[in-house]
């Protein structure tokens, strides 16, 4: 069975940094290219960033040079580093598997002006 598990959000303050974590089980993930996907309150699910098996990594406009995808294949994790945390980077940030539709509970940040 495929889960994925989110953690490392948390309440900050406009300018400050975050690194988001997510473990990946059930699936051999150095095959898997992995997704930081985000939903902020009332706003539909959105792509923030990607990395693939050989960790070629893109970015949403709106957290490019701002955000670093990046992934540790022994720990079957992909972290999301995120600085200079603007307070529209608030909402649900979750990890996808790409290609099939496994998702994890997210993890929520909260970015304070």
């Known amino acids: 069975q495929v889960q994925l598990v989110e953690s490392g959000g948390d309440l900050v303050q406009a300018g400050g940094s975050l690194r988001l974590s997510c473990v990946v089980s059930g699936t051999d993930f150095r095959f898997n290219s992995m997704a930081w996907y985000r939903q902020a309150p009332g706003k539909q699910r959105e792509w923030v960033a990607g990395?693939?098996?050989?960790?070629?990594?893109n970015y949403a406009d709106s957290v490019k040079d701002r955000f670093t995808i990046s992934r540790d294949n022994a720990k079957n994790m992909v972290y999301l580093q995120m600085n200079s945390l603007k307070p529209e980077d608030t909402g649900v940030y979750y990890c996808?598997?790409?290609?099939?539709?496994?998702w994890g509970k997210g993890t929520l940040v909260t970015v304070s002006s």
């Open positions: 996808k598997i790409i290609g099939n539709d496994y």
């Open positions: 990395i693939t098996t050989i960790r070629i990594s």
